[in-house]
């Protein structure tokens, strides 16, 4: 009776130690969602990116509004809104829709012949209605990340500290900001594989469900999401080859399992895209281009095909017998090749740091590409070596310095380890290779945009590294909750320093002379915030190189090479201010030319983003402006 009781005292109170600690995870969570919220809620409809007038209603109604009025009235061809293709947008952040005025677009702003006149409050009202949904459903993947990262890796404070490091990084707050595809593209995919992996673990069909769910809404999303198919094929046999001692009894019975799955997640996913985006049925071009659409993926998908036919034919005749000693010849290299490529890694991200930081410079050369180069002429000529560097360059000045550390620490733990490879470690790594590969095979040199799908990859890698560093044998005595303590409060504190311009974090280890990113747009309101305040705003005419400005000028505003062209054929027009961005100086080099001789030399106003000189935006006088007639607070 007396053993009983002590046995009862002491369930119970373990019971309660686990309440207690999963409620204490949870509640933590509940603490960075509102860090996250706060942070991403300020300034949310003063700014507008490169893109984004296209999704909430320039041209009028907007590709969201598009979607909707197509599925209502049944026109399914125009359910294809943009080769992206973008749909899950109208989704997400196009929910706001149904709690508004269906003419809300009617009160952006007045097109005229050669100018517009925006209606400023209604342009912020409209980016912050379709914003928030946005902010609030990736928010939410602070818990499901956690949930999966737990149920996978085993470790619940890799779990913790990759959903905090995921929800406070300034560059996914500011993405999630943004009416994009690539907004949520980084949620869906990293869903796929943390789910597919869960599958090849757990073999529950359930995980395998979530992961053609997520891969469906991931290629509504970007076509981009194709990568995913040759990655998830790969990750089965990294798997087996990982795993291959263990499963020496039935592994006739896993491979047939993982590999049919594989399909079914993959042929579940197309369905699944092809039902909410109908304009497939119409032409099959859209479908070929939107779930086949990654250059060379036709031709992957019929070799996985092809392999996946013999593996399949060699499990049910021959009970895997070739496939196992395939892989048993390869059981040797399974441990080198990660280490080989962790040191690579390593390699180029120490150069990287090393180089641009002007400490010790290697290379010269190489710091002329620029970072927005995509498939220009500078970066596809370059040394081959030149263009592997430059793939990683965004990534390592864009993470926070906590998150490269724990990154950097863990590629050269797994890379110096005499013990087994970590899975996951490998597994995770494994996308960057394959991603890196895709991109240079076609000569882009991707920018941070583009790259986002490796960055809560990047992420939970680090909070491995994280982990691991702090169970060495002087620091293992270190409290876990003081860990996650300094964890928030150094990522509240690089959100802080990037606060409200999130996107175009660039960490400190990047010069400011250099840059990692563009304005892209968003600090067109600044500009435009200065000239309204002009006493006579609303008569002046200005004109703009790049999208952000016009939505919250309440003057005539004229913007790109189209508008120019007009008004400059009037002779009894004068344009009053210009503005001008690094990006539009490149795309309008010919109309500069043209205006630089009419403007004062100095600019009025100008603003440097993150203090970095060459990441600007001014505005320029022109000589036609009556100086008296402006009265300068």
């Not at 509004?65 to 293709?85: F, G, I």
């Not at 673990?201 to 891969?215: G, H, M, R, V």
């Not at 106003?605 to 970095?612: F, G, P």
Request: aromatic share 20%; net charge positive; charged share 20%.
């Amino acid at each position: 009776m007396i053993v009983r009781q002590i046995m009862s005292k002491s369930t119970k109170t373990s019971m309660t130690k686990i309440f207690k600690e999963k409620f204490a995870a949870y509640l933590i969570l509940i603490l960075v969602f509102g860090i996250y919220f706060s942070f991403g809620v300020y300034h949310l409809g003063n700014f507008e990116t490169a893109d984004e007038h296209y999704w909430t209603g320039d041209p009028a109604p907007g590709r969201a509004a598009q979607y909707w009025k197509a599925m209502a009235e049944k026109d399914w061809a125009l359910t294809r809104v943009n080769d992206k293709p973008g749909v899950s947008l109208a989704y997400i952040s196009g929910i706001n829709l149904f709690f508004r005025d269906t003419n809300f677009y009617e009160k952006l702003f007045s097109d005229f012949d050669y100018y517009r006149v925006s209606n400023v409050e209604e342009n912020i009202k409209n980016n912050f209605y379709f914003r928030l949904p946005l902010l609030i459903f990736n928010g939410l993947f602070i818990f499901i990340f956690f949930w999966l990262i737990k149920k996978l890796i085993e470790n619940e404070w890799i779990a913790l500290w990759s959903a905090i490091l995921i929800g406070l990084s300034p560059v996914l707050l500011g993405i999630s900001r943004i009416v994009n595809p690539d907004s949520v593209l980084w949620i869906f995919s990293t869903v796929v594989i943390l789910a597919f992996l869960l599958f090849l673990k757990t073999e529950e069909k359930k995980y395998a469900a979530l992961a053609s769910f997520s891969l469906g809404w991931a290629l509504l999303t970007k076509y981009a999401a194709t990568i995913l198919y040759p990655f998830l094929f790969l990750e089965i046999i990294l798997y087996l080859l990982f795993n291959l001692e263990n499963q020496k009894n039935n592994f006739s019975e896993k491979t047939k399992k993982y590999f049919l799955g594989y399909w079914a997640v993959i042929f579940g996913a197309m369905a699944f895209f092809s039902f909410l985006m109908p304009a497939v049925f119409l032409n099959k071009n859209f479908f070929l281009y939107g779930a086949l659409g990654f250059w060379g993926m036709k031709q992957a998908l019929f070799l996985m095909l092809v392999l996946t036919t013999l593996i399949l034919s060699d499990a049910y005749f021959f009970k895997s017998k070739y496939f196992k000693k395939i892989l048993s010849f390869f059981t040797h290299l399974r441990e080198i090749i990660p280490a080989v490529i962790f040191a690579i890694f390593i390699l180029i991200i120490s150069f990287i740091l090393i180089n641009w930081s002007d400490i010790l410079v290697f290379s010269e050369k190489i710091k002329t590409i620029p970072f927005d180069a995509e498939r220009g002429f500078e970066f596809r000529d370059s040394n081959y070596l030149f263009q592997i560097i430059w793939e990683f360059f965004p990534l390592v000045f864009s993470l926070t310095p906590i998150t490269l550390l724990g990154l950097i620490y863990l590629w050269a733990k797994e890379a110096w380890s005499s013990g087994k490879s970590n899975f996951y470690a490998v597994s995770f790594t494994l996308f960057f290779v394959l991603f890196f590969a895709s991109v240079l095979s076609i000569h882009m040199l991707v920018n941070v945009r583009y790259a986002i799908m490796l960055f809560p990859l990047a992420i939970i890698l680090s909070a491995m590294g994280i982990y691991h560093l702090f169970s060495l044998r002087y620091l293992e005595n270190l409290s876990k909750h003081w860990i996650t303590a300094g964890v928030i409060i150094v990522s509240c504190f690089s959100l802080y320093l990037a606060k409200p311009y999130y996107f175009n974090y660039t960490n400190n280890f990047l010069p400011e002379k250099y840059l990692a990113n563009d304005a892209w747009g968003t600090l067109g309101y600044e500009a435009a915030s200065y000239l309204n305040s002009l006493p006579n705003a609303e008569s002046l005419i200005v004109w703009s190189d790049y999208n952000g400005f016009c939505s919250f000028f309440k003057g005539k505003c004229l913007k790109g090479k189209k508008d120019w062209k007009k008004q400059d054929k009037n002779p009894d027009i004068n344009v009053n201010f210009f503005i001008r961005t690094r990006r539009g100086s490149i795309m309008y080099y010919d109309v500069w030319r043209k205006v630089e001789p009419t403007m004062e030399y100095i600019p009025d106003w100008q603003y440097l983003l993150d203090n970095r000189p060459a990441n600007y935006v001014k505005v320029y006088r022109s000589y036609s402006v009556d100086d008296d007639n402006l009265f300068y607070d």
